[in-house]
Nanobody, 124 residues
Framework: QVELVESGGGLVQPGGSLRLSCAASGSIFSLNAMGWYRQAPGKQRELVAI???????NYVDSVKGRFTISRDNAKNTVDLQMNSLKPPDTALYYC??????????????????WGQGTQVTVSS
């Protein structure tokens, strides 16, 4: 099993910055793509940013130029630096590890894991 623990959410004024961090632990053989989704009240969960193991990134249009995703493969972590935050960025942010290769004894399998979520609120 893999556990994803997020940190760094909070309340920030418009124009401010926050940095979200996510650490993966457990029976990890290899992590593939990792990223962040968000879900605002009454809305569907949407992909915010994702990064592959080799560092290729993709962002939702609404955060391009403001958010930066990065990862540390040695530490099994993924971060999301969020600048110039706006009230529409308010949401519960979830870390995801897509198709993580995990092991149990001599058996290996691929599975997607989610964190519990961290709240980001942008308000004056």
């Amino acid at each position: 099993q893999v556990e994803l623990v997020e940190s760094g959410g909070g309340l920030v004024q418009p124009g401010g910055s926050l940095r979200l961090s996510c650490a993966a632990s457990g029976s990890i053989f290899s992590l593939n793509a990792m990223g962040w989704y968000r879900q605002a009240p009454g809305k569907q969960r949407e992909l915010v940013a994702i990064i592959t193991r080799d560092g290729t990134t993709n962002y939702v249009d609404s955060v391009k130029g403001r958010f930066t995703i990065s990862r540390d493969n040695a530490k099994n972590t993924v971060d999301l630096q969020m600048n110039s935050l706006k009230p529409p960025d308010t949401a519960l942010y979830y870390c995801i590890a897509e198709n993580a290769i995990v092991y149990s004894g001599s058996r290996y399998s691929a599975k997607t894991y989610w964190g519990q979520g961290t709240q980001v609120t942008v308000s004056s």
